[in-house]
């Protein structure tokens, strides 16, 4: 009876250890997640400082250039994205810069260009350079559908982004930063999906407008927290 009962023990004890172990792997396991999701949670927050410092840096210097060249420019003080209205450049329903559209481009687009890439360490946190259009949701005559409305509008916003992509190229920029530039160049259409409101309500000149916005680089946490090269 005394040599069952040791063996009784003995294998007690096997079954301790493996769930003592098996406890200790978790534990640890538990450790390294908790300690990975709080580096992450840090990052996004370091990342969403770090966008909004490269953005308003953005928006400071642009803002100061158009000043000193007495342009009057809508540049939003946070994010840098610079409005300019569809009425300053295209004629009603059309893509085809006025003479007067291409007057305010000569002017603003070497400054907004040359501020950004003259800062190397500015620009090189820049993923892309994007020029969006956007129009009201007034229907067009004719128009039967929704659906139809909707991509009548995206094709006459995305006309008018590559107008004025097509002509910033023509502006007496400064040429060094051409390839940077081209690299960076983003051109989209959004239609009517983002009009300005104002007291609830769309403003339809407000709404139709050309946007250049800038897209600061993501900060990659895989690569930060040494997991990948």
Avoid: C
């Avoid at 999701?37 to 158009?66: D, H, N, R, Y």
């Avoid at 509008?153 to 910033?168: G, K, P, T």
């Avoid at 023509?170 to 409101?197: C, H, I, M, Q, W």
């Amino acid at each position: 009876m005394a040599i069952v009962f040791r063996q009784q023990n003995k294998e007690e004890d096997s079954g301790n250890i493996f769930w003592v172990t098996m406890a200790d792997l978790l534990l640890g396991l538990a450790v390294i997640f908790i300690t990975l999701f709080v580096l992450a949670m840090t990052g996004f927050s370091q990342q969403t400082v770090q966008q909004q410092q490269v953005q308003m840096s953005v928006s400071e210097k642009i803002s100061e250039g158009m000043k000193k060249s007495d342009i009057d420019a809508d540049v939003d003080k946070m994010t840098g994205d610079l409005k300019i209205s569809d009425g300053e450049l295209f004629a009603l329903n059309s893509s085809e810069l006025t003479p007067d559209g291409k007057k305010l481009l000569d002017r603003l687009a070497p400054i907004y260009i040359n501020t950004i890439f003259a800062d190397k360490e500015l620009a090189e946190q820049i993923d892309n350079i994007v020029i969006q259009g956007h129009t009201d949701s007034q229907t067009f005559a004719g128009v039967r559908s929704k659906d139809e409305q909707f991509m009548r509008n995206m094709d006459l916003s995305l006309r008018r982004a590559n107008a004025v992509a097509e002509y910033i190229f023509r502006t007496k920029y400064d040429r060094k930063y051409a390839d940077e530039f081209r690299k960076k160049l983003v051109v989209e259409g959004k239609s009517f999906n983002e009009p300005v409101l104002v007291n609830g309500k769309e403003d339809f000149a407000k709404s139709r407008r050309v946007e250049l916005k800038i897209k600061v680089k993501s900060w990659d946490v895989s690569k930060a927290l040494g997991l990948r090269k």
